[in-house]
């Protein structure tokens, strides 16, 4: 994809409609003035998102300490403890889920 891009730019750039036209700021150190489409805000935020999509932009979760799943098994114990029979069943899937959830973040 990058290839393309650059090859379109260039093109662009080498043509008669190559000067003129928009403040494209890259960077803090970089700045062009171009009227190309592969500079502009749409194309940018499409290759953001073509790059979280391909992996190579990782925003990790927050991790989930033990301690913190200790705190929240004991408030769903105290919850436990005031339920009923119907609640009993969704209090235990809710600490089914978070327990997966902690033991698969270890993988």
């Avoid at 700021?25 to 805000?41: I, L």
């Avoid at 940018?44 to 913190?68: C, N, Q, W, Y």
């Avoid at 119907?86 to 809710?94: K, M, P």
């Amino acid at each position: 994809m990058r290839k393309m891009r650059s090859m379109f730019s260039n093109m662009y750039s080498a043509s008669s409609k190559g000067n003129g036209g928009m403040v494209m700021a890259k960077d803090a150190r970089k700045m062009t003035v171009t009227q190309c489409k592969t500079h502009g805000e749409f194309f940018e935020r499409f290759v953001r998102g073509a790059h979280k999509r391909m992996g190579d932009i990782v925003k990790p979760d927050r991790t989930l300490s033990l301690p913190i799943l200790h705190v929240i098994m004991d408030i769903l114990e105290q919850e436990w403890e005031l339920a009923d029979e119907e609640g009993h069943c969704s209090i235990a899937l809710e600490a089914s889920f978070y327990l997966i959830a902690f033991c698969g973040g270890l993988r």
